[in-house]
T-cell receptor
Framework: DTGVSQDPRHKITKRGQNVTFRCDPI?????LYWYRQTLGQGPEFLTY????????KSRLLSDRFSAERPKGSFSTLEIQRTEQGDSAMYLC????????????FGPGTRLTVT | DQQVKQNSPSLSVQEGRISILNCDYT??????FLWYKKYPAEGPTFLIS?????DKNEDGRFTVFLNKSAKHLSLHIVPSQPGDSAVYFC???????????FGGGTRVLVKP
């Protein structure tokens, strides 16, 4: 069990550029979650997958955001036309859905939009 | 609409003393509560949890208490150690595998 990994750990981009983040969950976990954390706040739910199906999206997820989990393993989160308000820590977590509550988090990707 | 609230943004305690962190929630559908610990530049790590059918769960120096009628839970750390200095998040879930709803966090500083 190598834990949840995320890549890159840090990303600095200019406003208007597109960025893509990757998350590799714990291999036996069927549910994968994306959260966003801004300074001084707790993580907020963005979206989740059960296997390859995206089952829920938060109102926080504007149409500039898209996420995929094509083979039910790793996931990508893309932000198009980034804005300064997108600057945050993007966290990925995985869990064996239907059985466990404890989600295991990756180290996060810190996005800075200049 | 904040469904989970941690009203104390920070807490300072002397090494060896007790740290008490509080959390309030409003959603009656929550049936499981978790505490996560977060160091800078790392993701949250699971600490301890409690089901809504229990009122206490203990794991070593960490104890979580749940008062369902008051929609309140607390985390006790005894004795506090300098390595406990971190941000602690309270989280809640409506069912196994469901999304977690987090509070805003409490920053704990344990002074040697």
């Amino acid at each position: 069990d190598t834990g949840v990994s995320q890549d890159p750990r840090h990303k600095i981009t200019k406003r208007g550029q597109n960025v893509t983040f990757r998350c590799d969950p714990i291999s036996e976990h069927n549910r994968l979650y994306w959260y966003r954390q801004t300074l001084g706040q707790g993580p907020e739910f963005l979206t989740y997958f059960q296997n390859e199906a995206q089952l829920e999206k938060s109102r926080l997820l504007s149409d500039r955001f898209s996420a995929e989990r094509p083979k039910g393993s790793f996931s990508t989160l893309e932000i198009q036309r980034t804005e300064q308000g997108d600057s945050a820590m993007y966290l990925c977590a995985s869990v064996w859905g239907g059985l466990n509550y404890e989600q295991y988090f990756g180290p996060g990707t810190r996005l800075t939009v200049t | 609409d904040q469904q989970v609230k941690q009203n104390s943004p920070s807490l300072s305690v002397q090494e060896g003393r007790i740290s008490i962190l509080n959390c309030d929630y409003t959603n009656s559908m929550f049936d499981y509560f978790l505490w996560y610990k977060k160091y800078p530049a790392e993701g949250p790590t699971f600490l301890i949890s409690i089901s809504s059918i229990k009122d206490k769960n203990e794991d070593g120096r960490f104890t979580v208490f749940l008062n369902k009628s008051a929609k309140h839970l607390s985390l006790h750390i005894v004795p506090s150690q300098p390595g406990d200095s971190a941000v602690y998040f309270c989280a809640a879930s409506e069912a196994a595998g469901n999304k977690l709803t987090f509070g805003g966090g409490t920053r704990v500083l344990v002074k040697p």
